[in-house]
C-alpha cells in the first residue's frame, strides 16, 4: 500500500473514531501522534486538519448534493471519506483529481457498506463536475 494510500486510511480513522466519540477530531489526531504506535505520517495530519478547517463548507457540499440523503443519517465512514474527498478536490492541489476519486472509491470498498462505493463515485464525481463553479 503506498504512503499516501495508508495516511489517507490514518486519516479516515481519525476522523471517524472522532465522529463515533464525539471528540475534535485535531485532539484525537494529536494523541495519536504522541502515541507514535503506528506512526502518524505528516499528510494525514494534513488531511485531518484541512478537513476540520473546512468541515462547515465539506459539510454543507455534502448536503446539497447527496440527493436523498442527509448528512446525519450517512454511514460515519462514507462521512468521513466524503469529507476528505472533497477537501482533496477542492483544496489539495498536489492530488490529481481522479486519484482523490478513487482513493475515496477504494477506501469505500474496504471499510463501509456494499453500496458505499458508488455512493461515494457518484458523490465526488458530482462534485468533481461542479468544481469550476462552486465558491471556496
Not at 478547517?53 to 454511514?75: C, V
Amino acid at each position: 500500500m503506498a504512503a499516501r494510500t495508508k495516511a489517507r486510511k490514518r486519516a479516515v480513522d481519525v476522523l471517524f473514531e472522532a465522529d463515533q466519540r464525539r471528540r475534535d477530531p485535531v485532539t484525537l489526531l494529536a494523541e495519536r501522534i504522541q502515541l507514535a504506535d503506528p506512526p502518524v505520517n505528516e499528510y494525514t495530519v494534513t488531511l485531518v486538519e484541512g478537513v476540520v478547517a473546512q468541515r462547515e463548507r465539506l459539510d454543507e457540499l455534502i448536503s446539497t448534493h447527496a440527493q436523498g440523503w442527509a448528512i446525519e443519517r450517512m454511514p460515519a465512514v462514507d462521512r468521513a471519506l466524503l469529507r476528505l474527498g472533497i477537501w482533496e478536490i477542492l483544496f489539495n492541489d498536489d492530488v490529481p483529481d481522479a486519484v482523490a476519486v478513487s482513493e475515496a472509491v477504494n477506501l469505500a470498498t474496504s471499510l463501509s457498506t456494499d453500496d458505499s462505493p458508488s455512493f461515494v463515485n457518484g458523490l465526488l464525481s458530482r462534485i468533481l463536475e461542479l468544481k469550476p463553479t462552486i465558491a471556496l
